[in-house]
């Protein structure tokens, strides 16, 4: 069975930049994710589909300061000059099977 | 622009059933897969369940019992219904939007949620 791992918790200062890692169970180091964005109070918002190549797509209005990477089993969302409103929780989510699976996120703190 | 918005009661009482519909604006219900998640406060999202037009559907293994889904194109209606409701399952309850098949690697591809609802919150008391 597929498990995305997240670590619980990130921090980082404002108009730095941070990478938040999402790693991928042994056996399936060559699948695409996807990361979401939830913001304080808000539903999830969708900011971009990612292949294990790094190639990746973003969500209609999402800033060139959000982009993606891989290597290996692990999958990176890099968000650059941080700003307050990035301070959210950030989930990475795939497909297995048929069955959709979600990280349990990570909690951003912008400082 | 598609949006989505979720509505349905706010209170169940125990062992009822909760009835959510979702409804499309803007977009159209072929080719994609709709999707339930639910976040209970302060915790992940869960996923519940999802389904096609085509009646292709598959549901969360630990709520598969008690879940089923429908589609209404001509409402551009989703409903979702969960049974024998208890307190573990007061949550937000968002549905969403599959995009997909995408980046496809060693026959398996890639479906996301591409666009989300508000969502609505549900609880279970009595």
């Known amino acids: 069975q597929l498990v995305l791992t997240q670590s619980p918790s990130a921090s980082a200062s404002l108009g730095a930049s941070v990478k938040l890692t999402c790693t991928l169970s042994?056996?399936?180091?060559?699948?695409?994710i996807a990361w979401h964005q939830q913001q304080p109070q808000k539903g999830p918002r969708f900011l971009m589909s990612?292949?294990?190549?790094?190639?990746?797509d973003k969500g209609d209005g999402i800033p060139d300061r959000f982009s993606g990477s891989s290597s290996g089993a692990e999958r990176y969302l890099t968000i650059s000059s941080l700003h307050y409103e990035d301070g959210a929780d950030y989930y990475c989510?795939?497909?297995?099977?048929?069955?959709?699976?979600f990280g349990r996120g990570t909690k951003l703190t912008v400082v | 622009q598609v949006q989505l918005q979720e509505s349905g009661p706010g209170l169940v009482k125990p062992s009822e059933t909760l009835s959510l519909t979702c409804t499309v604006s803007?977009?159209?219900?072929?080719?994609?897969?709709w999707s339930w998640i639910r976040q209970p406060a302060g915790k992940g999202l869960e996923w519940v369940g999802h389904?096609?037009?085509?009646?292709?559907?598959n549901y969360n293994p630990s709520l598969k019992s008690r879940v089923s889904m429908s589609l209404d194109t001509s409402e551009n209606q989703f409903t979702l219904k969960l049974t024998s409701v208890t307190a573990a399952d007061t949550a937000v309850y968002y549905c969403?939007?599959?995009?997909?098949?995408?980046?496809?690697?060693?026959?398996?591809?890639?479906?996301?949620?591409?666009?989300w609802g508000k969502g609505t919150t549900v609880t279970v008391s009595s």
């Open positions: 969403a939007r599959v995009e997909g098949p995408s980046y496809c690697s060693r026959g398996s591809c890639l479906w996301y949620m591409d666009v």
């Open positions: 989510q795939t497909w297995d099977k048929g069955i959709e699976v």
């Open positions: 803007g977009g159209s219900f072929r080719l994609y897969y």
């Open positions: 389904m096609q037009v085509s009646g292709n559907t």
């Open positions: 042994s056996g399936h180091s060559s699948s695409a």
């Open positions: 990612l292949n294990s190549d790094g190639s990746h």
